[in-house]
């Protein structure tokens, strides 16, 4: 098993800052791509920053500038550090990870999402 745990969401003003967590626990080989994708409420989910094992990012347009996605190998983590936040990031975000397991299964692995609210 392979699960994903998220930390660091909560309420902050508009212009503040979060940074989220996400670490990988499980039997696991490697972990490719790590990404970080968010769903306001009635809304679909969308990807807003993902970075490879290799450290190249893709980062949307409504966040570039002011969102940072990072990443340590060693320890299977990504990081996604929000600054200038406005009422529209306000969503639930949810870590997302290409894992190859220890028996070298691959698998698309999800978190159960970490609440970001920004008040006006």
């Known amino acids: 098993q392979v699960h994903l745990v998220e930390s660091g969401g909560g309420l902050v003003q508009t212009g503040g800052s979060l940074s989220l967590t996400c670490a990988t626990n499980?039997?696991?080989?490697?972990?490719?791509?790590m990404g970080w994708f968010r769903q306001a409420p009635g809304q679909q989910r969308d990807l807003v920053a993902v970075?490879?094992?290799?450290?190249?990012?893709n980062i949307a347009d409504s966040v570039k500038g002011r969102f940072t996605i990072s990443r340590t190998n060693d320890k299977n983590t990504v990081y996604l550090q929000m600054n200038s936040l406005k009422p529209e990031d306000a969503a639930v975000y949810y870590c997302n990870a290409k894992v190859i397991t220890s028996s070298l299964r691959r698998l698309e692995v999800w978190g159960l999402g970490t609440l970001v609210t920004v008040s006006s």
């Open positions: 970075i490879s094992r290799g450290g190249s990012t």
């Open positions: 499980g039997s696991i080989f490697r972990v490719d791509d």
